[in-house]
């Protein structure tokens, strides 16, 4: 069984603050790594992806790959209360997708 | 751009019945995928399909079956439905393996047995 941990929160930040989301996994030869945004009663949408060690930027969005310690992470900044979601971490092993049960972000206006 | 069809948003049957879940995706990729979401549960892979006519077990296949006779096309059945698969129900596809390749899902389809 394949392990996607997340902290289920939730998290609360203030309008304009950068959010922090973290997610560990436990098999080293996960390939790529995802992040997803769901707002309550919808389906996943995709923010970003990344496959390489370092930082990927998107716009308001980075995400953070370190292999070594097997976790990946997204950034959001200037916060805004539309990123109040639910937001999955996935790793693709093996053409397989295994997803985090997710962390609950909201944005205090 | 990326379309993928539940077309059943909400359903309630009861205990015992055959349930039909469609999913249809305009992409003709080859991956395809059944996901039950549930509260604190997360995302929990039914089945999947690399091709048509080709199906795998995902990690809670009991008490479901697939079916895909066309690539665009990958039906979710439950036999004999229970309430304890009350759930929201999503189909997701993906092209062939590169190493970027995302999931898109559908809108989901809100199952509730009585």
């Known amino acids: 069984q394949k392990e996607v941990e997340q902290n289920s929160g939730p998290l609360s930040v203030p309008e304009g603050a950068i959010a922090s989301l973290n997610c560990t996994y436990s098999?080293?030869?996960?390939?790529?790594f995802f992040w997803y945004r769901q707002y309550s009663g919808k389906s996943p949408e995709l923010i970003m992806f990344?496959?390489?060690?370092g930082d990927k930027e998107d716009g308001r969005f980075t995400a953070q790959l370190n292999k070594a310690s097997q976790y990946v992470s997204l950034l959001i900044r200037d916060s805004q209360p539309s990123d109040s979601a639910t937001y999955l971490c996935a790793v693709n092993f093996r053409n397989q997708f295994y997803f985090g049960t997710g962390t609950s972000l909201t944005v205090i206006p | 751009d990326v379309k993928v069809t539940q077309s059943s948003r909400y359903l309630v049957k009861r205990t015992g019945e055959k349930v039909f879940l469609e999913c249809v995706q305009d992409m003709d990729h080859e991956n395809m995928f059944w996901y039950r979401q549930d509260p604190g549960l997360g995302l929990r892979l039914i089945y999947f399909?690399?091709?048509?006519?080709?199906?795998e077990k995902g990690d809670i296949p009991e008490g479901y079956s697939v079916s895909r006779e066309k690539k665009e096309r990958f039906s979710l059945i439950l036999e004999s439905a229970s309430t304890n698969q009350t759930s929201m129900y999503l189909c997701?596809?993906?092209?062939?393996?590169?190493?970027?390749?995302?999931?898109?899902f559908g809108e989901g389809s809100w199952l509730t047995v009585v």
């Open positions: 399909s690399y091709d048509v006519k080709m199906k």
């Open positions: 990344i496959y390489s060690n």
């Open positions: 098999d080293r030869g996960s390939q790529s």
């Open positions: 997701a596809s993906r092209s062939r393996v590169l190493i970027g390749n995302t999931i898109y």
